[in-house]
């Protein structure tokens, strides 16, 4: 089994940083990407930046010059750096795990943290 546990989550103010981790335990072996989402109320669930293994990086553009995703692999967790907060940055932030296809006709696997919320406000 798969498990993704986030923490680092809670209020700050506009401008202030927060760093997220994401621990990754069980068949996690073969994941190709990592990553986070994020939801806020009312909003559907959106990308915030992904790592690959090779260590590629993407960001919403939202977040671009403000946000870094690393990953340490010995210690199988990943990290969401957060500086310049915004208000609009507040919502539930959640890990992302990618299993590739282990087949030609086979589909990818992703997989969910529970999420830990994170409040920009004064």
């Known amino acids: 089994q798969v498990q993704l546990v986030e923490s680092g989550g809670g209020l700050v103010q506009p401008g202030g940083s927060l760093r997220l981790s994401c621990a990754a335990s069980g068949s996690i072996f073969s994941f190709d990407l990592w990553g986070w989402y994020r939801q806020a109320p009312g909003k559907q669930r959106a990308l915030v930046a992904t790592i690959s293994t090779g260590g590629d990086t993407n960001y919403a553009d939202s977040v671009k010059g403000r946000f870094t995703v690393s990953r340490d692999s010995a210690r199988n967790t990943v990290y969401l750096q957060m500086t310049s907060l915004k208000p609009e940055d507040t919502a539930v932030y959640s890990c992302?795990?990618?299993?590739?296809?282990?087949?030609?006709?086979?589909?990818?696997?992703?997989?969910w943290g529970q999420g830990t919320q994170v409040t920009v406000s004064s």
């Open positions: 992302y795990g990618r299993r590739p296809p282990a087949t030609m006709t086979g589909a990818y696997v992703s997989y």
